[in-house]
């Protein structure tokens, strides 16, 4: 790229910062799945369809909310909370509105694509090892193709990563995923703070209240997890300890006679 060699040191975010801001995008999806859940769990006559539609929900909350921020800040949310920006690859200036929504698309509909994809083939997998199915022939085919491809497609989807991050790392090139790739730009730090200055108020508490609602969420999420249910179960269901034993002390008073 054109771009490779004017990416400074100081601006080239390392392998661990975009592991980490990686993980925290895939932390927006569950969240919002485990209110969707909450939701239907409280209200399943009114809103009780809002667990069934969750994806579908995930998907419009995380494209609006990554949309907004890459149109106000160049980058996704979690881009933004490290301090990273997206530039262009080839030039290294700001992003357009074509690579705005190919970035957004790359960033909510992909994984929602993947994660239907996998439901899809597990739910095939279990159709087609059960007796007694109710599909049609042509059903039960789509299902037996699906079953053999998609293990090829995750594969193939996952060594494309490792590729990319791998020559990301040995610097030959500057792009950390197929994602970028595909948007055309890189990842660079957001050293300048200049901007804040003029932000509103409200701008300012959102910055600062969607990271700490998603924390919160991600917090509910493990504690009413599955995997943790063992551990609250246990620590409720402890026997009260018995009260300390009472110490009973004896005063004994001295009298000091004050010989003159």
């Known amino acids: 790229m054109a ?8 601006t080239r975010p390392n392998i661990f910062e975009l592991f980490a801001q990686e993980s925290m995008d895939g932390a927006l999806r569950p969240a919002i799945q485990h209110v969707c859940k909450v939701v239907a769990h409280a209200f399943p006559e009114r809103l009780g369809t809002a667990w069934k539609l969750a994806d579908e929900l995930c998907l419009a909350v995380e494209f609006f909310v990554q949309y907004c921020y890459m149109r106000y800040h160049s980058g996704s949310f979690s ?8 530039v262009t690859a080839s030039k290294g200036g700001a992003i357009g509105e074509s690579a705005r929504i190919i ?4 960033l909510a509909c992909l994984p929602y ?3 239907r994809m996998e ?3 597990s739910d095939a997998t279990f159709d087609t ?11 039960r085919s789509i ?13 193939m989807w996952e060594a494309l990563k490792l590729i990319f991050r791998i020559k990301y790392l040995l610097r030959h090139t500057d792009c950390y995923s197929p994602q970028h790739w595909m948007a055309g730009v890189v990842l660079v730090r957001h050293l300048d703070d200049s901007h804040s200055d003029g932000m509103s108020v409200w701008k300012k508490l959102a910055n600062a209240a969607f990271p700490a609602g998603l924390f919160t969420l991600k917090l509910l999420e493990w504690w009413y997890s599955e995997e943790n249910s063992g551990n609250v179960r246990t620590l409720t269901t402890l026997p009260v300890p018995p009260p300390p034993p009472r110490v009973q002390v004896i005063s004994v008073h001295v009298s000091v006679l004050k010989t003159a």
């Open 3 to 10: 771009f490779n060699e004017q990416i400074h040191a100081s």
């Open 79 to 86: 881009e933004h909370f490290y301090s990273l920006k997206r």
């Open 103 to 106: 970035s957004v698309i790359c």
């Open 113 to 115: 694509a993947l994660a």
């Open 119 to 121: 439901r899809l083939h």
């Open 129 to 139: 090892g059960a007796a007694g199915s109710s599909d049609s022939m042509s059903g």
């Open 143 to 155: 299902k037996a193709v699906l079953v053999k491809l998609y293990p090829y497609i995750h594969f």
